[in-house]
């Protein structure tokens, strides 16, 4: 199977200047990324069915095998390999953050009774229509405090398709999930631990109702100050950084509370001075020093000395312009 997908070049056309020269190429790049992306996927896809089979196209059947495989057939329900046959492609629609696509799905046909096969396919869900990288985009965004009327515009734009706003609030809550998730288990100690702090401006309702037009009740809604602690681990000399966990507070007056609830939970993780932790560096808040006095993690501390931790987050920075000039 061929293993490499090509994109065609950039044609540079005459007669073009300025922006609009600026505007060809751009639309060009994006004609290009989208069939690359495209190419992409109806080779993982194909590769997918090759695997499933257990053979490459115009291979032969054994029929001495009866290996049985995850997909089956609707007619006989038949699930031995050797029973289905490649049976073309059918296009399906699929939105990507690169642009909307259409890819092209394998059938397969099961040679007994002459029954479709359903096959799950990993790279594509059955019945999906938007691909998981909207799903990771939706996630940062939310994560960002960004609310679903303002991602649901930003991938309008981007995709000139519409959204719905359920299918996005799905997703957000599916993500909520995997967040939760993200905050147990066990961490590996950085050498250094940086605790930060800032604020947030959230809308939610305020405890006060109004009547809407038709006379029913409706929340209000008003601008909230919460406190947001972060702690991201540090690794010097492999120059990396990593955020290990986080605590939303519930409003002002919380920090205390929520800065304590993270330290608590670090320490149960396993960030602790006898798994490798050499330092904590920290904003030399007062609510923070009292915190650090209640959950021993066996460390140095050091107040965050601003020059310090810009020092140490360029020093992280580095290798990602490195890259960028090896590229
Ligand atoms: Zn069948």
């Not at 997909?71 to 038949?78: I, Q």
């Not at 991602?151 to 939760?180: P, Q, Y």
């Not at 405890?207 to 809604?221: F, H, I």
Request: glycine share 10%.
């Amino acid at each position: 199977m061929e293993s490499e997908v090509r994109v065609c070049g950039v044609v540079v056309k005459e007669g073009l200047s300025g922006y609009r020269f600026y505007a060809d190429v751009l639309g060009q790049l994006q004609e290009g990324i989208k069939e690359y992306v495209t190419a992409a996927l109806n080779r993982v896809l194909d590769e997918e069915v090759e695997r499933l089979l257990g053979r490459r196209p115009y291979v032969r059947r054994d029929e001495r095998n009866q290996q049985r495989v995850t997909a089956r057939c609707l007619g006989c329900g038949s699930r031995r390999q050797q029973d289905f046959l490649r049976d073309g492609h059918k296009p399906r629609g699929l939105v990507t953050l690169w642009a909307s696509l259409t890819v092209l799905m394998p059938r397969l046909r099961c040679c007994r009774c002459g029954g479709t096969v359903s096959v799950a396919y990993e790279t594509i869900k059955p019945r999906q229509r938007v691909w998981d990288d909207i799903g990771e985009e939706t996630r940062v965004a939310w994560g960002l405090g960004q609310g679903l009327h303002e991602i649901k515009g930003r991938l309008d734009l981007h995709l000139h398709t519409s959204f719905g706003l359920r299918m996005l609030n799905e997703r957000v809550r599916e993500m909520s999930k995997l967040v939760a998730g993200w905050q147990e288990g066990d961490l590996t100690s950085p050498p250094v631990l940086l605790l930060d702090a800032f604020w947030i401006r959230v809308m939610k309702p305020n405890g006060r109702v109004r009547r809407d037009k038709e006379g029913r009740k409706r929340q209000r809604k008003g601008l909230f100050w919460l406190p947001v602690m972060v702690a991201l681990g540090l690794w010097p000399e492999e120059r990396e950084k990593h955020i290990l966990d986080w605590e939303i507070g519930n409003g002002p007056g919380e920090d205390a509370r929520s800065r304590l609830k993270l330290l608590t939970r670090l320490e149960a993780r396993g960030i602790r001075g006898d798994q490798g932790l050499r330092l904590i560096i920290h904003d030399g808040s007062a609510v923070l020093e009292e915190a650090l006095e209640e959950v021993h993690f066996a460390a140095l501390r050091q107040r965050c000395l601003f020059h310090k931790l810009r020092n140490v987050l360029e020093a992280i920075r580095f290798p990602d312009e490195l890259q960028q000039e090896e590229k």
